[in-house]
């Protein structure tokens, strides 16, 4: 009787692990993705500041900071890629491309630091 219990909570445990594992790993590929469209956005937003479309500098960067957030990420690079795309926010918001564009740069940069 014994080894019947033991069986079917060995059988529950396997079952378990073979089910669970995929699901964990998929949380940790999500948070990539989210560092991946941060980077993708953060150069985006220095693209178009470079054409000296503020506003689209701003759009894409405001989506950056969504990601970068988003990602669950904690360390020194994140912080800055962080700060810079609120930079490039207020500094897009007001006009000036050439601003945008320099922090979304930086924030590209640092961000992609992260991985």
Do not use: I
């Not at 079952?15 to 590929?29: D, F, N, R, Y």
């Not at 810079?84 to 640092?110: M, N, P, Q, Y």
Request: net charge negative; with cysteine.
């Amino acid at each position: 009787m014994m080894t019947k219990v033991n069986r079917g909570a060995l059988v529950l445990a396997a079952v378990g692990a073979l089910v669970g594992m995929p699901m964990l790993s998929g949380l940790a590929l999500a948070g990539n993705k989210h560092l991946d469209e941060a980077v993708e956005h953060a150069r985006g937003a220095a693209s178009h500041g470079k054409e000296g479309h503020a506003d689209a500098c701003v759009q894409h960067a405001e989506e950056a900071l969504k990601h970068a957030k988003g990602s669950g990420v904690k360390n020194p690079h994140m912080e800055e890629g962080v700060k810079h795309l609120s930079e490039a926010v207020k500094h897009g918001k007001a006009g000036h491309a050439d601003a945008c564009t320099e922090h979304a740069e930086g924030a590209a940069t640092h961000l992609a630091e992260v991985k």
